[in-house]
């Protein structure tokens, strides 16, 4: 495998921005239409190197010849800001583009998948949701999956501007941030198109009933999903195990002989 680290000047974005990548480096065992993607996104306080040393993402990759693409998204909740860096554009239709001219990287639905951890998992989902069509696959692991709750919270504990920020002055959530309205909007359509998803969260996890609820309403939808429980919390123990679990139900298990 061979790996990059570096920026492009995002039109999205207006600015320069950090992105690592994981490529297969034999171009002889290059499937038909190229290597598939898995596009992965990082949580809190973190960025685009991160799933490179908290996890075994190299090895996974290796063992399944798949590309990896980890772009850096700061706290911006991938949400198109009312600042007008546009997150969610850049990740779900910017991204794609540019890593297939620079890297041969396919950017077709058939070879595309998007996942990520904690704040990562929720923008993995909400990409999903809001771009179905771009992806066959998502690997959601201890999503944040209802947001609204949290934002009460921390609005309460003095961090409205910080939403604001987010969700826009009048704090209207449903439309940019909130899954479980985005998938109600999207409603029988969202049924018929939307990639094949993966999630798991720790029974310790403080978004383990969300993530039920989120169970609840992919079940509604009728969408093709496996979700998993561990005795687990919030942290990266889990996640790169659940990672690989992921990895194994979406693209199936490798040869590791």
Request: charged share 25%.
């Amino acid at each position: 495998m061979a790996v990059f680290t570096g920026s492009f000047l995002s039109v999205e974005l207006g600015r320069q921005n950090s992105v690592s990548v994981i490529l297969p480096h034999d171009i002889m065992d290059e499937p038909a239409g190229g290597f598939p993607v898995l596009y992965l996104l990082h949580g809190g306080a973190e960025d685009s190197r991160t799933w490179l040393y908290r996890s075994n993402i190299e090895r996974y990759a290796m063992e399944r010849g798949l590309c990896v693409v980890m772009p850096d998204a700061g706290m911006s909740y991938f949400t198109d800001l009312p600042s007008g860096e546009r997150y969610l554009t850049y990740i779900s239709r910017e991204l794609p583009q540019v890593m297939n001219a620079m890297f041969r990287i396919p950017s077709g639905r058939e070879k595309c998948y998007i996942g990520g951890a904690s704040i990562g998992g929720y923008g993995a989902l909400k990409c999903a949701i809001a771009r179905p069509q771009q992806y066959a696959g998502c690997i959601a692991l201890s999503p944040l999956a209802d947001l609204n709750r949290i934002i009460v919270r921390e609005c309460n504990d003095g961090r409205r501007q910080f939403w604001k920020s987010i969700c826009g002055e009048d704090m209207r959530m449903e439309s940019n941030v909130d899954l479980f309205h985005m998938m109600e909007e999207a409603g029988e359509q969202l049924s018929v198109s939307f990639p094949r998803v993966y999630f798991a969260c720790g029974k310790q996890d403080e978004a383990f009933e969300d993530n039920l609820r989120l169970r609840e309403a992919l079940n509604n939808l009728r969408v093709d999903f496996t979700f998993e429980q561990a005795g687990a919390g919030h942290d990266w123990d889990f996640w790169d195990v659940a990672l690989q679990r992921g990895l194994d139900v979406i693209f199936g298990k490798p040869d590791r002989a």
